[in-house]
């Protein structure tokens, strides 16, 4: 057993920390060393003799803290050596302690600690006290904190690295031109998937490597072996590894390809320097520029068309406005012989039905190529096809003296199709002969079944094509060089709307010619139907005289255009109102009801969609008869018109011969139903 001065000189001088509890709930301090009482920074005085959780600085946990749990651990530790006269050691602890700043405020300094709380017995093995012994780890704590974050930052930075590679390598890949990196030898180190496959089509396999000397010897071979010049030393990558410029240097190169075909590449690099300044690699682009430089070409190319046909488009239409001008004017000054009168009449409806063709030529082309034209298919046979076609261009065949030749198959040529767009089609192709062949030529037009199909050949002896014309014979605006007397050469547009026709009816049409000057031949061809029946086209019979007159109101905000039709219904025997508002329109209708109401669309303020739907909307118009007279054509206009009420959907200029049918048989279905009043009229007395 150590004497008491032994005990103390031994307690006080071990360098530990150390201080000795009573065995107790609320220990009291019974006596400390100084290795601890430097480690917290307390004199003897303000320790010993006081209860350990109210002299230390820690009491209680900072509240402020969620990690401070440093008190609550210590008195479970002391608790399970009095409850188990075991000693207990503790893990390392976060323990704070409490210290005052600079400024006077009472802090909470972090602090780690290993800590051991050992028992001590009498000789009677009673629990004299606790022997608590404190070893402060807070430099080795921070250390290992300081370590594992390092090693979390160099896995985080290794991770973004390699994400960023990643990234890296996937816009590389994913960049839609050529990218390859060189060393400062000029030898290729890395190449994306573009550059390759440019490389490959000028017949180098990828993955051969390559330096500058062999990559720009073989740029310049290709060059010299088609008759391009070799290339000069501004090549950019020389000039990028040279540090010759910072910039990137751009050049251009006209090569072929293994095809044969030309290509233009563009080609610039540009240095990568080393901290230091260095020059140890460059960058090189290598961008194929032949299909951008097609496509511009080929925009200035349909602009240019575009030019031409406006101005043929303004030629064309005052070739026929120029005897309509003429005529109108004869006619306007009076006191013409009936012979003249009768001849400037027929002027004026001939240039009109030629106007009207033109207008529906552009029509045409702009619903068949948005897509809106809908070909109502039916089985009908094609030699009425052609004979109607042949109809409608003998009068431009006999103008030009042209000899019209026609062989058609006996046996019935069945198809599925819209007959009056197949019509359309033939006789595009007829027109396109008669305008193309000099006068006193001849035409051919021919028919028959080959291997499943109806084959229709028209041919001519004209001016022929050449073989840049042929390839783009069926675009919109293509046309052959023109006379300057012949004034009906066309807006160019007709072959495109048979092109796209043909396709609506699973058929194909193809442009033949020797060259200029030798006549061109168009082959169309149509899948056949088996088996099937001749479509018999009903033929309108001949125009009789209406039942009753009719009560007909026009409404067009065009003064002309208003009176012309209200002139035309009168010379059909009815009676007539004109407004050239909706609202003239609906007093007219208020006073007067009518039995049929021609209404123009484009109308101010109130359209007439909104004035049809109004006449729909009143008891004594209800069951008129609504007629859209309209510059709006097209299956959408037709589908809005009978949408808003309308029973018929005219396009203008409107045909004399389809509205004196109308009204005809409107006023025929009025008589019948007055005759049928009529009838029951005692019954009801």
């Known amino acids: 057993m150590l004497d008491t001065p032994l005990y103390q000189s031994i307690f006080a001088s071990f360098p530990i920390g150390a201080y000795i509890l009573s065995p107790s709930e609320d220990p009291v301090i019974l006596d400390v060393n100084e290795a601890f009482l430097c480690n917290v920074a307390h004199t003897r005085e303000q320790l010993v003799g006081q209860r350990l959780f109210v002299a230390l600085p820690a009491p209680p946990d900072d509240p402020d803290d969620p990690a401070s749990n440093g008190v609550m651990a210590l008195r479970n530790s002391l608790a399970r050596v009095i409850a188990t006269g075991q000693p207990q050691s503790m893990p390392t602890q976060r323990y704070p302690i409490r210290s005052r700043g600079r400024d006077g405020n009472e802090v909470f300094v972090e602090r780690f600690w290993n800590a051991t709380n050992t028992p001590i017995f009498d000789a009677a093995g009673k629990l004299l006290c606790i022997y608590h012994v404190t070893i402060e780890v807070t430099a080795q704590k921070k250390a290992e904190e300081a370590l594992r974050l390092s090693r979390r930052e160099a896995l985080e930075a290794a991770r973004q690295a390699e994400a960023g590679r990643a990234r890296l390598d996937a816009v590389l890949q994913a960049a839609p031109v050529g990218i390859v990196l060189a060393d400062a030898s000029g030898r290729v180190l890395e190449s994306n998937a573009a550059h390759d496959a ?143 009168v009768r001849q400037a009449s027929g002027i004026i409806a001939r240039q009109a039905r030629h106007l009207t063709g033109l207008v529906d030529d552009l029509l ?88 499943g199909e109806a084959c229709i050949q028209v041919s001519d002896d004209g001016i022929g094509m050449s073989r840049e014309l042929i390839g783009r014979a069926f675009e919109l605006f293509a046309q052959a060089e023109r006379d300057a007397d012949r004034a009906q050469g066309g807006l160019g547009i ?68 208003a009176q012309m039709l209200s002139m035309m219904v009168g010379h059909f025997g009815h009676a007539v109102h004109v407004a050239h508002t909706a609202a003239a329109a609906l007093e007219i209708a208020r006073c007067t009801p009518s039995d049929a109401y021609l209404l123009d669309i484009g109308l101010p303020g109130m359209d007439g969609y909104a004035l049809a739907r109004m006449l729909r909307g009143e008891a004594r118009t209800a069951g008129a008869v609504l007629v859209a007279v309209t510059g709006y054509s097209g299956e959408e206009a037709r589908r809005r018109a009978l949408e808003a009420g309308f029973d018929h959907h005219f396009v203008k200029p409107v045909k004399g011969g389809e509205l004196r049918l109308l009204l005809r048989d409107l006023a025929r279905a009025r008589g019948c139903l007055l005759q049928e009043r009529s009838a029951l009229a005692p019954a009801r007395q």
């Open 198 to 340: 440019l490389w490959c089509r000028h017949g180098l396999p990828a993955d051969k490597p390559l330096d500058f000397a062999e990559w720009k010897g073989w740029w310049a071979d290709g060059s010299a072996r088609h008759g391009q010049p070799v290339l000069d030393d501004e090549w950019p990558l020389a000039l990028a590894l040279h540090g010759q410029t910072s910039a990137p240097h751009l050049i251009e190169i006209e090569t072929f390809d293994t095809a044969h075909q030309r290509r233009i590449v563009v080609c610039s690099a540009a240095p990568v320097r080393a901290p230091g300044g260095a020059i140890d690699a460059a960058v090189v682009v290598v961008l194929d520029m032949t299909e951008r430089l097609r496509a511009e070409a080929a925009l200035r190319e349909a602009d240019r068309r575009k030019d031409e046909f406006l101005a043929m488009l303004a030629h064309e239409l005052r070739n026929p406005l120029a005897p309509i001008m003429a005529a109108a004017e004869l006619l306007a000054q009076g006191g013409a012989a009936p012979e003249t």
């Open 364 to 451: 045409d082309v702009s619903r068949v190529t948005r897509g809106l034209v809908v070909v109502d298919k039916g089985r009908i046979e094609l030699g009425a096809v052609l004979a109607e076609a042949v109809e409608q261009v003998q009068p431009l065949v006999a103008s030009r003296r042209h000899r019209l030749e026609v062989d058609v198959e006996k046996a019935p040529l069945v198809v599925s199709g819209d007959a009056k767009r197949l019509v359309q089609v033939v006789a595009n192709l007829l027109n396109n002969a008669a305008k193309y062949t000099p006068p006193g030529g001849h035409i051919r037009l021919q028919a028959g079944a080959e291997k």
């Open 494 to 561: 007709g072959l495109a709307v048979v092109q796209r026709l043909v396709d609506l009816h699973g058929g194909r049409v193809e442009a033949y010619s020797a060259g200029p000057g030798q006549g061109s031949r168009f082959v169309l061809r149509l899948p056949l139907v088996q088996d099937g029946a001749s479509a018999v086209q009903p033929v309108a019979g001949p125009i009789a005289a209406p039942a009753r007159p009719l009560c007909v109101t026009v409404v067009d905000d065009n003064l002309d255009a």
